[in-house]
C-alpha cells in the first residue's frame, strides 16, 4: 500500500512472472507520475540470489540501494540520485544490519561485521564523494557477546547505536546532524533489556523490562538518561507484554500480547483511548509503518489463519476503521469453507499452550482419520503468529489439518513465557511441542500415523530434539536450516552464533549448562533406533547456521537409524538461511516440503 512520508506517496509494485519487487514513488498525488526508485528485477540479472532493500534520503533527493547477492547476509551499499537516475561513484561493501542517513544527506552511518565471527562490532560515517577506505570509525564494539546495529529515532533528531545479546542491551546516542561520539544511555545489566526512541523534546522514551518482567514504557531525561532517572509513562502489567510502542503528536499506540493474542492499545489523555476489536479466535495483528507523526490516521495489519492479510486504516480521534488493502489470491478463496479453533493445551507441567487449528469445513471430520501438519518455533523471545498463508490452503484442500503453536520460548505469554523456554529450561520448548502433538492425535484433530512436524532454524533444533525424543509421534518431519549440532556451535566461538548466544542457549564453560545442552542436542542423541520419514534442508551461503551442521546431522542419522523410511537432504547452492530469493524460486521450495509429505502418505514411506 502507498504510504505518505515528506513529500511523495512510497509504495512497491510487481510485473507479473517476475521474481522481485519494483520501489516507486509519486510526488504529491497518486496521480502524479511514477518515479522508479529500484527495480529488484533489474538489480538480479545476472545474479542467482538478491536479498534488497532501500533508504531514502530526508532531503528525498537520494536513495540507497543496499544488497545481498550471495545470502550471506553481507550487503553492498549503493547511492542513486533520484533527480537524474545515475548512480554515485560510492560503494560501501561488507556491511550489515542497515545504514542510516545523517540528517543533512550528505552521509551514510552503517554497521559492519568481523568477517570471521560475523559479530556486527563497528559503526562508521561515510561522507558522500569519499572512497569507504576514508570512513570514520564512530564506535566499536569490544565485547564479543555483543552484537551491533544502527536506527534513526522517530524525531529523526538521534542516531542510536544498539549493542546487545539476547538479554541485556547498552544503548548510545549521537545527533544525527553531524554524528561523532556515541553516548551511553544505561549500561549493559545482566538481564536488563531496553530500547530508547525520541519523539519531540528533552526526553527520551524507553521500554524496558527492568523491574517489569512483561515490559514497562518510562521517559528519561536526555541530559542524564540513566535507570534512576527512568519515569513510568505505560506502567508494567502482569498480565499483558508490552511488545512495541509508537509514538504520535499527543497520544501513542502500543502493542500489546495478551494470552497469545495481539491487542492493540490507543493510550491518550482524551476520549482517544482503548483497543482496537479483532473478533476471530486466533490472529495476527500488528502496527504497520506509520512515518507520519502529526496525524490521527493509525495503520496497521491483521490476518488470521482463514483471513488474507489486510491493511487497515484507524482513526484515533474517531475510532473509524478502514480497510485499504486485502492480500487477493488469485486461484479464488471463499473464507467460509475454513474453519480456525483455538485450543489451550494442558501441558505436561500444567501450563496451557495456545494452540491454533485451521481445517477445510467438508475435508474434516473429527475421528481421527485426517493427515496434520504442526509448525514450531519457540526461541530468543519470537512470538509465533497465526498469520494467513495462502500455501497452506494447497495442504487443507487434501484434507490436512493445520496446527500453529504457540510453545515456550516465545513472548507469546509474556516475558516468563520467554525465560521458561530458555537456557536450563530449554526442554520445556520439546515438552510443550510433544503434548501438543499428542493432543491432536488423542482428540482426534489428526490420524495417529498422519502427522508431521516442521520448524527452521532454531525450530530446526525443535525438529532435531523432537526427532530423538518421539520419533514415534511423527509419519514424518522437515526440518529447515535446522540449528542442531548445538554442543561444537556453542564451544566454537570463531563461528557465528556463538558467544553472543549463551545466555540464550547456554555457556558450556559452565558444566551445568554444558551437561544440559548435551542432554539435548540433537546431534550428540542419536541412537541406534527407528526414525520417521526425514527431509532436511540447508543452503550453503548460510551464515546463521552453516551448512556443515545438517549436513553432519543426517550423515550420522544415516548411520545410526535402524529403519528403512526416507532421509532426504537438500543443500541449496545459491542461497543462505532464508532459502531462495525470488517469489517463485521460493514456492519450489515449499513445493518439496509439501511433496514430501503426500508422497510419504501415498506411497507408505
Given at each position: 500500500?502507498?504510504?505518505?512520508?515528506?513529500?511523495?506517496?512510497?509504495?512497491?509494485?510487481?510485473?507479473?512472472?517476475?521474481?522481485?519487487?519494483?520501489?516507486?514513488?509519486?510526488?504529491?498525488?497518486?496521480?502524479?507520475?511514477?518515479?522508479?526508485?529500484?527495480?529488484?528485477?533489474?538489480?538480479?540479472?545476472?545474479?542467482n540470489y538478491l536479498n534488497f532493500y532501500i533508504n531514502v534520503s530526508p532531503d528525498e533527493t537520494l536513495a540507497c540501494i543496499?544488497?545481498?547477492?550471495?545470502?550471506?547476509?553481507?550487503?553492498?551499499?549503493?547511492?542513486?540520485?533520484?533527480?537524474?537516475?545515475?548512480?554515485?561513484?560510492?560503494?560501501?561493501?561488507?556491511?550489515?544490519?542497515?545504514?542510516?542517513?545523517?540528517?543533512?544527506?550528505?552521509?551514510?552511518?552503517?554497521?559492519?561485521?568481523?568477517?570471521?565471527?560475523?559479530?556486527?562490532?563497528?559503526?562508521?560515517?561515510?561522507?558522500?564523494?569519499?572512497?569507504?577506505?576514508?570512513?570514520?570509525?564512530?564506535?566499536?564494539?569490544?565485547?564479543?557477546?555483543?552484537?551491533?546495529?544502527?536506527?534513526?529515532?522517530?524525531?529523526?533528531?538521534?542516531?542510536?547505536?544498539?549493542?546487545?545479546?539476547?538479554?541485556?542491551?547498552?544503548?548510545?546516542?549521537?545527533?544525527?546532524?553531524?554524528?561523532?561520539?556515541?553516548?551511553?544511555?544505561?549500561?549493559?545489566?545482566?538481564?536488563?533489556?531496553?530500547?530508547?526512541?525520541?519523539?519531540?523534546?528533552?526526553?527520551?522514551?524507553?521500554?524496558?523490562?527492568?523491574?517489569?518482567?512483561?515490559?514497562?514504557?518510562?521517559?528519561?531525561?536526555?541530559?542524564?538518561?540513566?535507570?534512576?532517572?527512568?519515569?513510568?509513562?505505560?506502567?508494567?502489567?502482569?498480565?499483558?507484554?508490552?511488545?512495541?510502542?509508537?509514538?504520535?503528536?499527543?497520544?501513542?499506540?502500543?502493542?500489546?500480547?495478551?494470552?497469545?493474542?495481539?491487542?492493540?492499545?490507543?493510550?491518550?489523555?482524551?476520549?482517544?483511548?482503548?483497543?482496537?476489536?479483532?473478533?476471530?479466535?486466533?490472529?495476527?495483528?500488528?502496527?504497520?509503518?506509520?512515518?507520519?507523526?502529526?496525524?490521527?490516521?493509525?495503520?496497521?495489519?491483521?490476518?488470521?489463519?482463514?483471513?488474507?492479510?489486510?491493511?487497515?486504516?484507524?482513526?484515533?480521534?474517531?475510532?473509524?476503521?478502514?480497510?485499504?488493502?486485502?492480500?487477493?489470491?488469485?486461484?479464488?478463496?471463499?473464507?467460509?469453507?475454513?474453519?480456525?479453533?483455538?485450543?489451550?493445551?494442558?501441558?505436561?507441567?500444567?501450563?496451557?499452550?495456545?494452540?491454533?487449528?485451521?481445517?477445510?469445513?467438508?475435508?474434516?471430520?473429527?475421528?481421527?482419520?485426517?493427515?496434520?501438519?504442526?509448525?514450531?518455533?519457540?526461541?530468543?523471545?519470537?512470538?509465533?503468529?497465526?498469520?494467513?498463508?495462502?500455501?497452506?490452503?494447497?495442504?487443507?484442500?487434501?484434507?490436512?489439518?493445520?496446527?500453529?503453536?504457540?510453545?515456550?520460548?516465545?513472548?507469546?505469554?509474556?516475558?516468563?513465557?520467554?525465560?521458561?523456554?530458555?537456557?536450563?529450561?530449554?526442554?520445556?520448548?520439546?515438552?510443550?511441542?510433544?503434548?501438543?502433538?499428542?493432543?491432536?492425535?488423542?482428540?482426534?484433530?489428526?490420524?495417529?500415523?498422519?502427522?508431521?512436524?516442521?520448524?527452521?532454524?532454531?525450530?530446526?533444533?525443535?525438529?532435531?530434539?523432537?526427532?530423538?525424543?518421539?520419533?514415534?509421534?511423527?509419519?514424518?518431519?522437515?526440518?529447515?536450516?535446522?540449528?542442531?549440532?548445538?554442543?561444537?556451535?556453542?564451544?566454537?566461538?570463531?563461528?557465528?552464533?556463538?558467544?553472543?548466544?549463551?545466555?540464550?542457549?547456554?555457556?558450556?564453560?559452565?558444566?551445568?549448562?554444558?551437561?544440559?545442552?548435551?542432554?539435548?542436542?540433537?546431534?550428540?542423541?542419536?541412537?541406534?533406533?527407528?526414525?520417521?520419514?526425514?527431509?532436511?534442508?540447508?543452503?550453503?551461503?548460510?551464515?546463521?547456521?552453516?551448512?556443515?551442521?545438517?549436513?553432519?546431522?543426517?550423515?550420522?542419522?544415516?548411520?545410526?537409524?535402524?529403519?528403512?523410511?526416507?532421509?532426504?537432504?537438500?543443500?541449496?547452492?545459491?542461497?543462505?538461511?532464508?532459502?531462495?530469493?525470488?517469489?517463485?524460486?521460493?514456492?519450489?521450495?515449499?513445493?518439496?516440503?509439501?511433496?514430501?509429505?503426500?508422497?510419504?502418505?501415498?506411497?507408505?514411506?
Amino acid at each position: 500500500m502507498p504510504y505518505k512520508e515528506g513529500n511523495y506517496y512510497y509504495y512497491t509494485r510487481y510485473i507479473s512472472g517476475v521474481d522481485y519487487a519494483i520501489y516507486c514513488r509519486k510526488k504529491s498525488s497518486l496521480d502524479a507520475a511514477e518515479e522508479i526508485i529500484a527495480d529488484g528485477n533489474e538489480l538480479a540479472k545476472g545474479e542467482n540470489y538478491l536479498n534488497f532493500y532501500i533508504n531514502v534520503s530526508p532531503d528525498e533527493t537520494l536513495a540507497c540501494i543496499i544488497m545481498d547477492v550471495k545470502g550471506r547476509n553481507f550487503y553492498t551499499i549503493k547511492i542513486k540520485n533520484l533527480l537524474t537516475g545515475e548512480m554515485l561513484s560510492d560503494k560501501i561493501e561488507d556491511t550489515r544490519n542497515g545504514c542510516e542517513w545523517t540528517s543533512d544527506s550528505r552521509a551514510l552511518v552503517y554497521a559492519v561485521p568481523d568477517k570471521e565471527t560475523l559479530r556486527v562490532y563497528q559503526i562508521y560515517k561515510h561522507v558522500l564523494g569519499e572512497k569507504q577506505n576514508k570512513d570514520i570509525l564512530l564506535f566499536q564494539e569490544n565485547d564479543e557477546t555483543l552484537d551491533v546495529y544502527v536506527y534513526t529515532s522517530r524525531s529523526k533528531k538521534y542516531i542510536f547505536a544498539y549493542s546487545g545479546r539476547t538479554d541485556a542491551e547498552a544503548i548510545y546516542y549521537t545527533e544525527a546532524q553531524d554524528p561523532s561520539k556515541f553516548t551511553l544511555i544505561q549500561p549493559l545489566i545482566t538481564d536488563m533489556s531496553y530500547s530508547a526512541d525520541h519523539a519531540e523534546g528533552d526526553k527520551f522514551l524507553i521500554r524496558t523490562n527492568y523491574n517489569a518482567k512483561n515490559y514497562r514504557l518510562v521517559e528519561a531525561p536526555i541530559k542524564n538518561p540513566a535507570k534512576e532517572n527512568w519515569k513510568d509513562i505505560i506502567p508494567h502489567r502482569e498480565n499483558s507484554f508490552l511488545s512495541n510502542v509508537q509514538f504520535f503528536n499527543g497520544f501513542m499506540v502500543a502493542e500489546e500480547t495478551a494470552e497469545g493474542l495481539t491487542r492493540i492499545r490507543i493510550i491518550a489523555i482524551d476520549e482517544r483511548a482503548g483497543y482496537v476489536e479483532f473478533e476471530e479466535p486466533a490472529y495476527y495483528a500488528s502496527l504497520g509503518y506509520n512515518p507520519e507523526y502529526s496525524t490521527n490516521n493509525i495503520r496497521f495489519g491483521y490476518s488470521s489463519l482463514t483471513t488474507p492479510y489486510s491493511t487497515y486504516e484507524y482513526n484515533a480521534a474517531t475510532k473509524e476503521r478502514k480497510l485499504l488493502k486485502q492480500e487477493e489470491i488469485p486461484s479464488g478463496y471463499d473464507k467460509d469453507l475454513y474453519a480456525t479453533e483455538r485450543i489451550m493445551v494442558i501441558a505436561r507441567d500444567g501450563k496451557k499452550i495456545p494452540m491454533a487449528v485451521v481445517y477445510k469445513r467438508n475435508m474434516f471430520k473429527k475421528d481421527g482419520t485426517s493427515p496434520g501438519f504442526i509448525y514450531g518455533y519457540g526461541a530468543y523471545g519470537s512470538s509465533n503468529e497465526d498469520y494467513f498463508d495462502s500455501n497452506i490452503l494447497s495442504l487443507l484442500d487434501r484434507g490436512f489439518v493445520y496446527a500453529n503453536t504457540h510453545i515456550r520460548g516465545g513472548y507469546d505469554m509474556g516475558g516468563a513465557w520467554y525465560d521458561d523456554g530458555k537456557m536450563l529450561r530449554k526442554k520445556n520448548t520439546f515438552n510443550d511441542f510433544i503434548d501438543c502433538s499428542e493432543y491432536l492425535i488423542q482428540n482426534k484433530y489428526v490420524a495417529k500415523n498422519k502427522l508431521f512436524a516442521n520448524g527452521g532454524s532454531a525450530g530446526g533444533l525443535l525438529m532435531g530434539a523432537i526427532t530423538n525424543m518421539r520419533p514415534d509421534l511423527y509419519r514424518g518431519i522437515i526440518a529447515d536450516v535446522p540449528f542442531v549440532d548445538v554442543m561444537t556451535t556453542m564451544e566454537d566461538e570463531t563461528i557465528p552464533l556463538t558467544s553472543f548466544e549463551w545466555l540464550e542457549w547456554g555457556n558450556p564453560k559452565i558444566k551445568e549448562q554444558y551437561d544440559y545442552m548435551y542432554s539435548y542436542s540433537p546431534y550428540d542423541n542419536i541412537e541406534k533406533k527407528d526414525y520417521p520419514n526425514l527431509l532436511v534442508t540447508t543452503g550453503l551461503n548460510d551464515s546463521q547456521v552453516q551448512y556443515f551442521e545438517p549436513a553432519k546431522w543426517v550423515a550420522k542419522l544415516r548411520y545410526m537409524k535402524t529403519d528403512d523410511n526416507l532421509l532426504l537432504f537438500k543443500i541449496n547452492m545459491d542461497a543462505g538461511h532464508g532459502g531462495n530469493s525470488g517469489r517463485f524460486e521460493s514456492l519450489k521450495e515449499i513445493a518439496l516440503t509439501y511433496a514430501f509429505m503426500l508422497h510419504v502418505l501415498e506411497t507408505g514411506k
